[in-house]
């Protein structure tokens, strides 16, 4: 089974900075102690009395690294600029790094792997395209090598071929069992297919996005390919009564879980 990486604490990195600009009705202007840690950039005045102030790395939308110049973009609408220090580039990295982490979209999935959905090769050609293609985001240097690594429209092609390769091996003979099957097996995955162009419309996004929207836009790729998956599991879920028909080949594994009574309950989850 391949699921995500174990997460990472990144660690902090530190600069004095002159700090501009308005941040909660606040406006900033002079040297500030900046940290760049795992949810948050920190902003520290100087001074025994000194304000403290946390900008959530998730209300960050934005931003933009020039010659002398870091500018944050916030969700709020507020901007603020960080410059007069070396540091800048590597502030920049760091934030990066962690804005645009792929994070973890398969560890709350029930059906990749676990003992419940009856993992074996059905299960494995099912979503091996899936995991293929999650891993090989995982070991992209770049985010736009990661949304690449997902590709929504050659996903939905492989599913395609794993869905006919699974009906096929069930009625090798029976055509016409064959396409109903396979039918049977398209339509419970329909909602994983409007995912699917739902990822792909976010990838687009993604790589159109300026400088002061890209988090948001990873943001919105990274929630779309978490839905996906989502819809797969429950579409392997859905599948399992279909793919144990007694009509398919005999001594089929699925058909013998499903005589025995132990079968996975089955349902297509809460209503969106």
């Known amino acids: 089974m391949t699921t995500d990486r174990d997460s990472r604490p990144h660690a902090p990195h530190r600069a004095d900075v002159r700090v501009r600009g308005l941040l909660r009705g606040r406006e900033l202007d002079g040297r500030q102690l900046v940290a760049v840690d795992e949810g948050a950039v920190t902003l520290v005045e100087p001074g025994e009395h000194g304000r403290t102030l946390l900008v959530a790395i998730s209300q960050i939308d934005g931003m933009r690294l020039t010659a002398g110049e870091l500018t944050l973009y916030l969700a709020s609408g507020d901007m603020v600029e960080l410059c007069d220090s070396e540091a800048l580039p590597e502030l920049g990295r760091a934030l990066d790094a962690i804005a645009l982490d ?10 990749v792997g676990s003992r419940r959905a009856r993992p074996g090769s059905d299960h494995d050609r099912f979503f091996g395209p899936l995991l293929r293609a999650r891993l090989a985001a995982a070991g992209a240097a770049t985010p736009e090598a990661r949304v690449a690594a997902i590709d929504a429209r050659e996903l939905r092609l492989a599913m395609a071929e794993s869905v006919g390769a699974l009906a096929a091996e069930r009625h090798p003979d029976e055509l016409a069992d064959r396409r109903a099957l396979g039918a049977e097996l398209d339509e ?15 990838a687009t996004r993604f790589r159109a996005a300026p400088d002061e929207a890209r988090y948001a836009a990873w943001r ?9 998956y989502l819809e797969a599991d429950r579409a392997w879920l859905a599948s399992l009564p279909a793919l144990a028909d007694p009509r398919g080949v005999p001594g089929r594994f699925w058909r013998r879980v499903l005589r025995l009574g132990r079968g996975p309950r089955l349902g297509r989850g809460p209503a969106r």
């Open 102 to 111: 792929l994070g973890e979209v398969t560890r709350a999935l029930r059906g």
């Open 188 to 202: 419970l995955l329909d909602d994983m297919t409007a995912a699917l162009d739902q990822l792909h419309h976010a």
């Open 220 to 228: 919105g790729w990274v929630e779309a390919l978490r839905v996906t």
